[in-house]
């Protein structure tokens, strides 16, 4: 075989390998000492915490409405919603508006979340499933989970995340 053969079964193969390996990136976050992303091209903005105005008659997790360039967006935190301890909002505290979408219909909402990570790149073939605890422990948001840096990561699903939120809420 000659040197420009091989050089091109190479590319080839180089070629194959990057088109069978999907990479996604994820936007990580921290609740407490846990360590959660979600698909950043979910992410429409990342806020520091301000201030919100409440709505009576909500679940304690829903902190209540910022108005974000004239759409009424619902805040949520994240440590309440998953039952994890209560924490006081300090300068790292962020906000992080997703977005999800069905059909015309784009659902947005902040979720108050400890401090931002990093970016972080995952070949699709890394995520593992989300572990079966049993009925005592829910996995219902949890799309998968992944090793970077020796850290456990949980992939958030965005759209059970979203839509369960607004399943109670006829408005939404």
Known sequence: MSHENEKSAVEDIARTKKSDTTIIQYLSFVLGKEEYAVD????????????????PNVPIYEKGVV???????PIIDLRERFSLSKAEYTPLTVVVVLQTGSGN???IMGVVVDSVSDV???ERVEIQGAPDFGTKVS??????LVSVNERMV????VD??????????PEN
Do not use: Y
């Open 67 to 73: 108005n974000l360039r004239g759409a009424i967006v």
């Open 105 to 107: 219909h784009t659902c």
């Open 154 to 157: 949980m992939l958030l699903d």
């Open 40 to 55: 950043i091209l979910r992410v429409q903005e990342i806020r520091s915490w301000e201030p919100v105005s409440r709505v």
């Open 120 to 122: 972080i790149s995952v």
């Open 160 to 169: 059970k995340l979203l839509t369960l939120e607004t399943l109670g809420n």
């Open 139 to 144: 996995n219902e948001f949890i799309n998968g």
